[in-house]
């Protein structure tokens, strides 16, 4: 099945791990680097606004140069803010900035941005120009296929059409659309049912446009199919909560020669990563809370994950432990 689908893919960033929060900080970008060396790598949502505090710049905006291809998430309305926060992204090298028009939370949306600014598309392509008039980098947008009674074909390609006059150069559709009065941003993730065929539908009226699927996507074979008709398939929960799935990624999406990644290996591939972190005064928990997902159905994985949780958390953590944790594995064939 694999097989058949794989051979009809041809075009730009056709896999990428989806922005979330709290779960897509540096560290789980450069865990995942180890797994895909061609996925574009999302960053969490960074708000505009807090780019105007410069001592707070390398917490918020600090990379490492394996994360390339990376993509800065930027969440905003106020299209000088959100220009003046891309220009800032460009300069410290990223390869792309997002604008998240798709996030329901609360605390985004009475701030008006985020999935509100759905019902707003005059504001989005003011913003968008400004972000693009700014940099010299793409500009793109992550969003829903509407919101509240704000939900149709009709707007919908009204919203993509202002949004790419304006500059936008893909579109990350994540295919529901979010209730903002009455579902919490976990159950907008679940609950409004996934709409794939609406998706496709806008790339056959808009087919000049890169369009990308987001939700619900949890295998390979999912986004091998979603690439039959879109440029894109960008994958959320299912990389964080499951990492070793995808890699075969980059040999059966991106046609590179075949590589076996074990998780032993990927850990101890981290190891100067983590050195590195320590000297700069960063804790191993930061590093080694991606970690435990890397092991999981296998006789003893459970025991892996408490001892790993255990060891890295302590405040003496240091390296060793992932050493440790990596040469367990491997006895284990892992
Ligand atoms: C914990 C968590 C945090 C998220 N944070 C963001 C975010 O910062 N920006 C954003 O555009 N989407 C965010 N999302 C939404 C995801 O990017 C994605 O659109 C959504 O999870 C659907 O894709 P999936 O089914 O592959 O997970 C978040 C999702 C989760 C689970």
Redesign the pocket.
Known sequence: MIAKYSNQINKHYLFSV???????DRHFRVLMRQISKKALL????VVAQALQHSNRLDRLLGFDEIEHPIAL?L?GDDPKLLAEAARIGEDWGYDEI?L????P?PRVVSGNF?ASLMGNPEQVAQCIEAMTDATNIPITV?HRLGIDNLDSDELLINFIDLVHQAGAKRF?V?A?KAWLNGLN??EN?NIPP?EYERVEKLKEIRPNLIIEL?????NLEDCLKALIKLDGA???????EHPLRWSKVDELVYNQAPKVIKASSIINQLIPYAEKHQIKNGRLWDIGRHLLNLVQEVPGARGWRRDLSLKAQSSSADPKVLEEAAQQLKKAGL
Not at 100 to 103: D, M, P, Q, V, Y
Not at 214 to 218: A, T
Not at 234 to 240: D, F, K, S, T
């Open positions: 989806a922005p979330m929060m709290d779960c897509t999302y960053t969490e949502m998430q969440g997002n998240n028009i798709g996030c939370s985020g992550k990350a994540h529901r941003p976990k993730r996934l987001n939700g619900g996507i949890r960008m994958v959320g929960r299912a990389a964080y």
